[in-house]
């Protein structure tokens, strides 16, 4: 952290309300280009709070932190070599299991990190009741409710975001996988320490045993050895199991976001919307949206040149219904031609 100014990164599955979170904190003072020599778009903004300014970056949408896509590529290097003062990992509330996949990866890689748990308001619309307390102590990694198309829980979110860069991070959770893998991991473990690395050494196993080409060369070039072991512990599993490593290294870790899922999460009946609510969701829906918008925009020009031509009329002949009492009033000459015919007829 240097002086008053913060860098927070946004990260998270795609459709799951990053990019809301990001347009309300940030508003209009925000910056959309690329990622430098890439095609895939960077969006950056800035905001004031407590006498910070922190430039929020909206990270790509993505799945995992692999680097099967450029995505995951721009995401990960960010996390790695930028080095935010903190990451946000945006997870729908409706279907934890899934958005917990990625925040495992993201614990692993060692990020600072506070969780928005977003969408409750349709997790509980589906009869799903999250007890996010519960969801702090598993993970050791602070958790804020969020509803981020209604501002709700944003202000929150902000404040927990300082003090916890205040505080300072305390230790995250260890994943554990089943026990071929986990020990091949720590034999891995055994073998990266002491060779100054830049990332966390159990990170760095995981990522070996899954084949992953970057960490591979990166290592190779320190210990040309240690990626040989790892190939050969990778195929050991894949023999236990008769399935490729990272295969199973992505089932196991899917089967603990599914335990942590199912111990903080309930299933309740299912909450019936509100009116309000039910125009909420049609009326923004991201096509029904603009359908409602079109007929709406349709139904107005419809009045006005269709119902407002009979309703000049009935005007019409009710005005001139008066004229003869205009008449006897105000008589034949310039008075009356002034107010009938320069303001009567002329309205």
């Known amino acids: 952290m240097s002086g008053k100014k913060l860098r927070i990164a946004l990260a998270g599955n795609a459709n799951v309300g990053k990019s809301v979170i990001f347009n309300q904190l940030t508003g209009l003072h925000q910056h959309i280009g690329n990622w430098p020599g ?36 721009i995401s990960r290097e960010y996390i790695i070599m930028e080095k935010p003062d903190l990451v946000i990992n945006v997870v729908d509330a409706s279907i934890l299991e899934r ?33 996010y307390k519960r969801l702090e102590e598993i993970l050791q990694v602070p958790v804020v409710p969020t509803v981020a198309i209604r501002g709700k829980g944003l202000h929150e979110l902000l404040e927990k975001a300082i003090e916890t860069i205040e505080k300072g991070f305390s230790n995250q959770i260890t994943i554990r996988y089943g ?117 709406v925009v349709f139904g107005v020009l419809l009045t006005i040149f269709g119902f407002g031509g009979y309703l000049s009329n009935v005007l019409s002949d009710l005005l001139y219904g ?3 009492l205009f008449e006897s009033i105000l008589g034949f000459g310039p008075l009356k031609d002034i107010i009938w015919g320069g303001l009567i007829e002329g309205i």
């Open 38 to 73: 890439k095609t895939v778009e960077r969006a950056e903004g800035t905001l004031h709070f407590k006498g910070y300014t922190i430039d929020v970056i909206d990270l790509p949408g993505i799945y995992s932190l692999s680097t099967l896509s450029l995505e995951e590529v």
């Open 99 to 131: 958005n917990l996949f990625f925040t495992l990866q993201l614990i692993e890689l060692g990020a600072p990190l506070i969780i928005a748990l977003n969408q409750i308001d349709v997790a509980e619309r589906k009869g799903i009741k999250i007890d």
């Open 179 to 295: 026990e071929e893998v986990e020990e091949r991991i720590q034999r891995l473990e055994g073998v990266l320490k002491n060779i100054g690395l830049k990332y966390p050494i159990r990170w760095v196993a995981i990522k070996l045993l899954e084949g992953d080409e970057y960490i591979e060369e990166e290592i190779r070039e320190i210990k040309p050895e240690i990626p040989d072991l790892a190939r050969s512990l990778a195929e050991e599993i894949e023999r236990i199991h008769g399935h490729p490593c990272p295969t199973v290294i992505t089932s196991e870790r899917y089967e603990v976001a599914g335990r942590i899922a199912r111990e903080v999460q309930r299933i309740l009946p299912s909450i019936k919307p509100s009116l309000g609510e039910r125009i909420h969701n049609i009326t923004t829906h991201k096509i029904m949206g603009y359908l409602i918008m079109v007929l």
């Open 322 to 324: 008066f004229e003869p």
